[in-house]
């Protein structure tokens, strides 16, 4: 799909070399409302946003001081864009075994046994996932012994999708959760374990990154069955 811009336009607004392939992934990226244009770099970089970094637009051939209105008018459309993702996602209570692995494998975290799988979906004390046209791509759920303790786990946004405001709003479901469940004189201590380099993320949403002045770093291990039948 092309807009009604030329190249000359393009040029005379600040971009450079708009040569056939940056202009149409240019194009391609503002007609689709930065859906999906170098989604795949962006996500592999652990960037997001790529429309609105100064690296993105210089790979779109812009020339960031010159056209300062110009960059802000692209970064409004592409915010809108994002908007208008997240809120066409649809929000479920429940998934599949399938579709639960899926999303760790897309992460890159282990699948896990089918029946260990089924049971953690069914005993989590809150679920929630994201649904986009019928595909699961992402999710997020709540652990815990239904009183004091509650864990947040399995915090997962497909890498296509993140960067939209999905991961939010399921950290935001939780959080709502526990917070609508609480009574009076009750309180929560809500604890998760945040993957290298996603901990400002969790900081959003109140968590402080452990060792603190009050708390101590949090410790976890993994205990396997291995193949032979012992446990280690
Ligand atoms: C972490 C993850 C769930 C975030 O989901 P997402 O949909 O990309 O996040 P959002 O688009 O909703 O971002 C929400 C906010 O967090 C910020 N954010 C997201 N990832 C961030 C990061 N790695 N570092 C700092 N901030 C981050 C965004 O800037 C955004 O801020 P804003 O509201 O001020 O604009 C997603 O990156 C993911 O699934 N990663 C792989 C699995 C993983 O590591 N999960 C966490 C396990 S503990």
Redesign the pocket.
Known sequence: MRLPFTAGVWSKCGFREWHRGGFRRATVAVARVGVDIDVHSYAQN?E??PYTTWRSRYALGFKPPMCPLLTAAIRLIIRAG?DKI?TMINYVDQISVEDYNGLRKA???AELERKQAETGIKNSVFFVAAVSEDRTV?M?RIVGDGGYIAYIA??????E???????????QKCIGFLKESLQEGQQYFVN????P??????E?FGFNVRPNEKEGAGMTQRIYFDAAGRNR
């Open positions: 652990g997001r946003r994002f997240a992460v890159g975290w992402g997020a399995d915090v997962i946004v497909l890498p999708f993140q960067g939209n405001g999905i991961g939010k709003a399921l950290m998760l374990v945040a993957s380099g996603k901990e400002p993320f969790y959003k």
